[in-house]
């Protein structure tokens, strides 16, 4: 590892001037390759104390050895420069985004005496027209077969197209009138190359004069009664309006735009684009890229860019892109954009109607490639291995940890304080052991003593399980892992327990105890995960020191860097960004959360919806809303006589003496308000049976806008 202040240049030797720079590791290999507006500026934010630096930078200058730099005249050459050095250089700190496909494209090979309709993927070549890309190759099969019906352009390969100029036969298609044969010279090379010009104009979107010159011609052969050319040209026109209708119109005007979206973690990142061309989605393509630099979503909108336009020009760049974050700064994007197309170039953010609605959609299609891309990832057996592996050898295990558990806190600005305990086993989900706990031993917010407590009641569950069948100490048990296959339904922590089940329960008979209850939190890890950083480690140790546990490995996962911390350690352990270990690690902590904050949610739901209505015994939900129903609401019924009450079908007068008790002991509700008047509404008192007539109305403002969940 190098010292950066071994190979830093002296402030004077930079240039306060544009340029790219490169840093070169040991080997003369380029690692990483940046432009700047100032490279004097810029080269000295890598130059600073190794603690300021983010974990990813830190990484790049402590494996660099050497740095570099190339002055240009404007910021638009750096970004050309900047460009050409990464797909020359390919460095391994630069963000590089890899198609998650080989997208098909549409291609007319007009650079050929007689121009070829076909597939194809790859690099483009000068002098072929492309259409696309599209999302498979069958798309681009079925348009191109709608379509010969009137533009029967050469669609056969270079070897059928020689063959059959030698025998002075044409193929199939030529025989059925889906192609004009220029083989056996049935057209001429020019009006096979203006059918050919007609049908790159249809695909490009210019479809209203062939569709108004068919109709007429139509009309024409049917007044001349001539109709089975009236017949065909109906038919030609139904083909190309059904070509048409594969592609709806998104965006009125005849818009050709390019529309980038970014779905990311901390770890990686997917980018969506959608080609609209006359108002009509034409094409789809999708990348990933793993985020081993420091990058915000303007600079991954700029690395996009880049990859989408770098080798294109003219038409292919078009009038319009929009994007969800601009790159800082965007006037040299946007210049440089405008130099490839040759004309003003609009890159701006959608802010309102059909354009930002479809950018919503490209958005919605991006997360989707990311999570996608993600459980292809996670169902890999060596990748999970390899995972493991890199764990083990992080926190220096004897074994890879074939059980994590992971637990998590959440609340509400300290009410509904509640815990998650999320289970993986050789690196996959095991739900039907996954726990959720409310906190009890204390009231309000504190996470680190919330993690203790979650952290002892469940250990000492495992305690208490491993003492009462003795199972593992006499070797007669199936071990930590078990051989169990069967699940058990998700586990709610009720008062005076650490877990219940809850609902139907299929469980196998090595989970169930002697009385055919199941067991629950039998098994230990071989690793406790927890989400957080030092404060969090430190209070999980000590509940395992406390209960005289000593075989359990504890580590924490802090958000914001990304750093995993041990107990007892000052410095987190820095995985490398690439590591699937890390990676394994953060679906870990993000599920633990997810779970926490579903079961925190739930329980505010279910506080918001009590009323006085529930602490009456014997009063189910059936009979509930038939009083809300014949009253009205709570105030209503509150104000009325047994006698009346007894009216209620099902309520017998034993009953409504209970009732009546029940709500003149219960407080009155708090005078709804209307947060956007202030007024107090008096009038009738919001209806809090959980019932179908809605939520209750709160004093104040409602419950989300007070606090953040965590």
């Not at 997360?367 to 992080?394: V, Y």
């Not at 327990?497 to 139907?504: I, K, N, Q, S, W």
């Not at 590591?579 to 739901?605: C, M, N, P």
Request: contains cysteine.
């Amino acid at each position: 590892m190098a010292d950066p202040s071994s190979y830093r240049p002296r402030p004077g030797d930079v240039p306060d001037s544009p340029g790219v720079y490169r840093f070169r590791d040991e080997h003369r290999r380029v690692i990483y390759v940046g432009k700047a507006k100032s490279l004097r500026q810029r080269l000295a934010n890598y130059f600073q104390d190794l603690a300021n630096l983010h974990p990813r930078t830190r990484t790049m200058v402590t494996t660099a050895a050497s740095v570099e730099w190339t002055v240009v005249s404007t910021e638009v050459e750096a970004l050309q420069l900047e460009y050409s050095w990464i797909k020359e250089y390919d460095p391994r700190f630069n963000v590089k985004y890899r198609d998650d496909k080989s997208y098909p494209y549409l291609a007319v090979t007009m650079n050929e005496q007689f121009p070829r309709v076909q597939v194809m993927r790859g690099h483009k070549k000068k002098g072929v027209r492309y259409f696309g890309p599209y999302a498979h190759a069958w798309a681009i099969r079925d348009t191109v077969d709608l379509l010969l019906r009137v533009f029967p352009v050469r669609t056969c390969s270079a070897g059928v197209f020689k063959n059959a100029a030698r025998t002075g036969r044409p193929c199939l298609l030529g025989y059925i009138d889906k192609c004009s044969a220029p083989c056996v010279g049935r057209i001429t090379p020019e009006d096979h190359r203006e059918l050919a010009e007609e049908f790159c104009d249809f695909m490009a979107g210019r479809t209203g004069t062939y569709l108004r010159r068919l109709e007429k011609q139509m009309m024409e052969a049917a007044e001349e009664m001539e109709y089975e050319r009236a017949a065909r040209l109906r038919d030609d026109i139904g083909a190309l309006k059904k070509a048409m209708e594969k592609n709806a119109v998104v965006l009125a005007d005849a818009t050709d735009a390019d529309l980038i979206a970014v779905a990311e973690d901390e770890l990686e990142a997917a980018v969506q684009i959608f080609h609209v061309r006359g108002g009509r989605v034409r094409g789809q393509r999708g990348w990933v890229t793993d985020k081993v630099e420091d990058v915000t979503t303007g600079a991954l909108v700029e690395h996009a860019l880049q990859q989408l336009y770098g080798e294109e020009s003219g038409d292919a760049v078009p009038k319009e892109v929009l994007v969800p974050a601009l790159p800082e700064p965007v006037e040299p994007i946007q210049e440089w954009l405008t130099g490839r197309r040759g004309a003003n170039v609009s890159l701006r953010i959608p802010q309102r109607g059909d354009k930002k609605a479809l950018m919503e959609t490209v958005r919605r299609n991006a997360q989707q490639s990311l999570a996608l891309h993600k459980t292809k990832r996670a169902s890999d057996l060596t990748t999970r291995s390899r995972a493991l592996e890199e764990i083990a050898e992080a926190l220096g295990l004897d074994s890879a940890p074939l059980r994590i558990e992971c637990y998590d806190i959440s609340h509400l600005q300290g009410d509904d304080v509640v815990a998650s305990m999320v289970v993986f086993e050789d690196g996959l989900q095991r739900k039907g052991e996954y726990r959720r706990f409310q906190i009890k031993g204390f009231a309000g917010q504190d996470d680190v003593r919330s993690m203790h407590e979650v952290i002892s009641r469940r250990f000492r569950r495992y305690l208490a399980e491993k003492e009462r069948t003795g199972e593992w100490a006499d070797g007669t048990g199936t071990g930590p892992l078990g051989d169990a296959t069967g699940t058990d339904p998700l586990g709610d922590d009720g008062p005076g327990t650490d877990g219940t089940l809850a609902g139907p329960e299929v469980i196998t008979d090595s989970l169930k105890d002697d009385d055919g209850r199941p067991r629950k939190f039998a098994y230990p890890p071989q690793l406790v995960v927890v989400d957080g950083g030092q404060p969090q480690v430190a209070a999980a140790q000590r509940a395992l020191d406390e209960l005289g546990i000593d075989d359990i490995a504890v580590c924490g996962l802090a958000k914001r860097l990304e750093e995993v911390w041990v107990p007892g350690e000052d410095d987190p352990v820095v995985l490398p960004r690439t590591s699937e270990g890390l990676y394994l690690l953060q679906r870990v902590r993000d599920e633990a959360h997810r779970f926490a904050i579903t079961y925190q949610r739930t329980k505010r739901a279910k506080r918001f919806r009590a009323g006085p209505l529930d602490d009456v015994p014997g009063l189910g939900e059936t009979r509930k809303q038939a009083l809300i129903k014949h009253f009205g609401s709570v105030k209503k019924l509150r104000s009325a006589t047994i006698e009346q009450i007894q009216e209620v079908p099902g309520i017998g007068r034993k009953t409504a003496e209970t009732i009546a008790v029940a709500l003149a002991q219960a407080a009155p509700a708090a005078p709804a308000v209307n947060t956007a008047t202030g007024e107090i509404i008096e009038d009738e008192e919001p209806d809090t049976t959980g019932g179908s007539s809605g939520e209750p109305v709160t004093a104040g403002v409602p419950d989300e806008r007070r606090g953040q969940e965590t």
